[in-house]
C-alpha cells in the first residue's frame, strides 16, 4: 500500500476517496477472478464432453509423459495456476505430442 498511499497523497485525495478507490481496485479484481474461474469451469465441461470415459486415461498418460523433475511438475504447477489444464485444446494438443513422441 505504501505506493498507492504516496500516490493519493500526491492527489491530494482525502481518506474517503482513497478508501473508494481501493474498494473498486478489489471489485475489479473479484470480478476477474470470477471470470477465470467462469472460464475455466466451461472448459472443464467441454473438456469432459470430449473425452468422456477416456478423460482419466488420457490424463493419465499426459501426466506419464510430463514426468515428475523439475520443469514437469512446474509446467503442472502452471497449467493449474492458469486453468488451461481444463482447456479441450491443449489436452488434444498435448495427447497428440504425447502419442507421437
Known amino acids: 500500500m505504501g505506493e498507492f498511499q504516496t500516490a493519493a497523497r500526491e492527489m491530494r485525495l482525502d481518506k474517503a476517496a482513497s478508501d473508494r478507490l481501493v474498494q473498486l481496485h478489489a471489485k475489479a479484481v473479484q470480478g476477474m477472478q470470477d471470470r477465470h474461474s467462469q472460464q475455466t469451469a466451461a472448459w472443464e465441461s467441454e473438456t469432459k464432453a470430449h473425452f468422456?470415459?477416456?478423460?482419466?486415461?488420457?490424463?493419465q498418460n499426459l501426466r506419464s509423459r510430463i514426468g515428475t523433475d523439475d520443469d514437469g511438475r512446474e509446467f503442472m504447477r502452471l497449467m493449474s495456476?492458469?486453468?488451461l489444464g481444463n482447456n479441450a485444446a491443449v489436452l488434444r494438443v498435448l495427447d497428440r505430442l504425447a502419442r507421437s513422441y
Not at 468422456?52 to 490424463?59: F, I, Q, W
Open 81 to 83: 495456476w492458469s486453468g
Open 52 to 59: 468422456g470415459d477416456s478423460l482419466p486415461e488420457t490424463v
